[in-house]
C-alpha cells in the first residue's frame, strides 16, 4: 500500500488529492513541524535523506518530490486518469507540472523569506537596514517575477478549463498549490480573475475536498 509521510501545511496536502482522485487506497503518516523552527522532524530524514515532504513509500520503492510523485502514481495507478494521450496535451502536461515548482514557487518562497525578514523582532538599529534590504530585493526582481508570472497564469486559464486537456491531470494537482497560496494570501487578487476562478475549481472537487479531510486544515503562512 501506498504511504503517505504527510508533514502539516505542506505539499504533501496536493498528494493526498492526487490519491483521492485515481482511487488508490492509501495510509498517511502524520508528522509535525517544529514548534520554534516550523521545519519538519528529524524522523523524516529516517524515510528520505533530505528530511522533507512530500515523500511516498510504496512498498519498497520511496518517492520524493512533488513532480516525481505525482508522475509515479500517475504511471503506476492512473490507467488513463490524470494523464493525457495528445502530442500536444503532453507538451502541456510537461510544462505545466515542471513549471509549478520550477518557476512560481521559487519567487513566492523568496517573498515569504522576505516578508518575514521584514516583521521578524530585531534590534531597532538593523530593522530599518533589514527592510531596505528586503524592499529592494521585492521591488526589483521579486516582485517584478511574481506579477509576470500570474500574468502569464492569468492569460492562459482565460482560455483553458484545465492546464493540460479538458479534463483534470497530474498537472493540475502539481499547480494547485503555488495557486492557492497566491489567492489565500492577496497575492493573486481581483485582478487575477481566471486564477481565483481555477482555485474554487479545485476547491469545488469531492476528492480535494475528502484530502483536505483526510490530511487535515492547513495554511500558506
Same mark, same amino acid.
Given at each position: &500500500?501506498v504511504?503517505?509521510?504527510h508533514?502539516?501545511?505542506s505539499? @504533501?496536502?496536493r *498528494?493526498?488529492?492526487a490519491l483521492e482522485e485515481?482511487?488508490v487506497? +492509501?495510509?498517511?503518516?502524520r508528522y509535525?513541524?517544529? $514548534?520554534?523552527?516550523?521545519?519538519a522532524?528529524d524522523?523524516?530524514k529516517?524515510?528520505?535523506?533530505?528530511?522533507?515532504?512530500p515523500v511516498?513509500t510504496?512498498?519498497?520503492?520511496t518517492?520524493a518530490? @512533488?513532480?516525481?510523485?505525482?508522475? +509515479?502514481l500517475?504511471?503506476r /495507478? #492512473?490507467?488513463?486518469?490524470?494523464?493525457v494521450?495528445?502530442?500536444d %496535451?503532453?507538451?502541456?502536461?510537461? +510544462?505545466w507540472?515542471?513549471?509549478?515548482e #520550477?518557476s512560481l &514557487?521559487?519567487?513566492l518562497?523568496?517573498?515569504?523569506?522576505?516578508?518575514?525578514?521584514?516583521k521578524s523582532?530585531m534590534?531597532?538599529?538593523? $530593522?530599518?537596514i533589514? $527592510?531596505s534590504?528586503?524592499g529592494?530585493? &521585492?521591488?526589483s526582481?521579486v516582485g517584478?517575477?511574481i506579477?509576470n508570472?500570474?500574468a502569464f497564469?492569468?492569460? /492562459?486559464?482565460?482560455?483553458h478549463?484545465?492546464?493540460?486537456?479538458?479534463?483534470?491531470t !497530474?498537472a493540475?494537482i %502539481? &499547480?494547485?498549490?503555488?495557486?492557492?497560496?497566491t489567492?489565500?494570501?492577496?497575492?493573486?487578487d481581483q485582478q487575477?480573475?481566471s486564477i481565483?476562478?481555477y482555485?474554487?475549481r *479545485?476547491?469545488?472537487?469531492s !476528492?480535494y475536498?475528502?484530502a483536505?479531510?483526510?490530511?487535515?486544515?492547513?495554511? /500558506?503562512a
Amino acid at each position: &500500500m501506498v504511504v503517505v509521510h504527510h508533514l502539516e501545511n505542506s505539499r @504533501s496536502q496536493r *498528494i493526498l488529492w492526487a490519491l483521492e482522485e485515481l482511487g488508490v487506497p +492509501y495510509e498517511v503518516k502524520r508528522y509535525e513541524r517544529n $514548534k520554534k523552527t516550523s521545519l519538519a522532524p528529524d524522523s523524516l530524514k529516517k524515510v528520505h535523506p533530505l528530511g522533507k515532504s512530500p515523500v511516498i513509500t510504496d512498498g519498497d520503492i520511496t518517492v520524493a518530490e @512533488s513532480g516525481a510523485i505525482i508522475e +509515479y502514481l500517475v504511471g503506476r /495507478y #492512473g490507467d488513463g486518469l490524470l494523464a493525457v494521450n495528445e502530442e500536444d %496535451q503532453l507538451r502541456a502536461y510537461q +510544462y505545466w507540472l515542471h513549471f509549478a515548482e #520550477g518557476s512560481l &514557487m521559487p519567487p513566492l518562497l523568496l517573498k515569504l523569506v522576505f516578508d518575514k525578514v521584514r516583521k521578524s523582532p530585531m534590534p531597532f538599529f538593523a $530593522k530599518p537596514i533589514a $527592510k531596505s534590504i528586503s524592499g529592494k530585493v &521585492m521591488k526589483s526582481f521579486v516582485g517584478p517575477n511574481i506579477k509576470n508570472n500570474l500574468a502569464f497564469i492569468e492569460d /492562459y486559464l482565460a482560455t483553458h478549463e484545465w492546464f493540460a486537456d479538458n479534463k483534470l491531470t !497530474g498537472a493540475d494537482i %502539481q &499547480m494547485s498549490f503555488p495557486l492557492e497560496a497566491t489567492v489565500a494570501s492577496g497575492v493573486a487578487d481581483q485582478q487575477y480573475p481566471s486564477i481565483i476562478a481555477y482555485v474554487k475549481r *479545485i476547491h469545488a472537487r469531492s !476528492g480535494y475536498q475528502k484530502a483536505l479531510t483526510v490530511g487535515g486544515p492547513y495554511d /500558506y503562512a
